[in-house]
């Protein structure tokens, strides 16, 4: 699964460097050297070992993360503890001498199904290690709904967080999908995922770049 994503996802991200994505403020263009982005850690429910993946942007506008595994259930079939899923990313990004980096801009992508009078939520929060300045976010979503769902954070200028320059600290990644039946009858299968079989879903952080 995770091969074809990652061929998936070379693709999609080789279409995304040729038509850069417009940042909400103008800093300095992207740094010419590569960004490099290890995932030094993984944990939780919605992201078992091996089925998350962080692709950069060839012109380093920003990068994607995939997940395989991402689905949280209620109603008929799920199992008791699935009603809520997990993934706590702690990246390790190389950004070239000089520069440094925030996230502007994050786009959440899934698919959803919910009866009616059932209800989901998505949860995002990101942090540089040691240090206290955290951007949160939250989505409410409501049933009857079939089909894809996608939500866009726009981060005002005044709450960058911007990458300490000169030292090595992770950029810890904290997301969160939880469901319930509300007034519906549990009767069906209602789920929300942000799983990645299809790289259009994939969620993808647009980058803002200066100099240090």
Request: with cysteine; hydrophobic share 35%.
């Amino acid at each position: 699964m995770l091969n074809a994503l990652a061929a998936a996802g070379a693709l999609f991200l080789s279409t995304l460097a040729g038509s850069p994505v417009s940042s909400p403020a103008k800093f300095t263009p992207p740094p010419p050297d590569k960004m490099v982005i290890e995932v030094a850690g993984v944990n939780g429910t919605g992201c078992p070992l091996g089925s998350a993946q962080v692709l950069p942007a060839l012109d380093n506008t920003a990068f994607t993360v995939l997940y395989s595994e991402y689905i949280a259930k209620v109603g008929n079939g799920a199992k008791p503890d699935e009603f809520r899923r997990n993934c706590q990313l702690a990246l390790n990004v190389h950004v070239p001498t000089g520069y440094t980096y925030a996230i502007a801009k994050t786009d959440y992508r899934g698919y959803m199904r919910l009866d009616p009078g059932a209800w989901a939520y998505e949860q995002a929060n990101y942090y540089f290690q040691g240090y206290s300045q955290t951007v949160r976010s939250r989505h409410d979503f409501g049933g009857p709904r079939d089909g894809d769902w996608q939500s866009t954070d726009m981060v005002e200028l005044a709450s960058y967080a911007w990458a300490p320059c000169g030292e090595k600290r992770y950029l810890n990644i904290n997301t969160e999908l939880r469901i319930g039946n509300g007034s519906a009858s549990g009767a069906n299968l209602s789920m929300i995922t942000m799983d990645s079989t299809d790289t259009n879903l994939a969620t993808i952080y647009h980058l803002a770049w200066k100099k240090c």
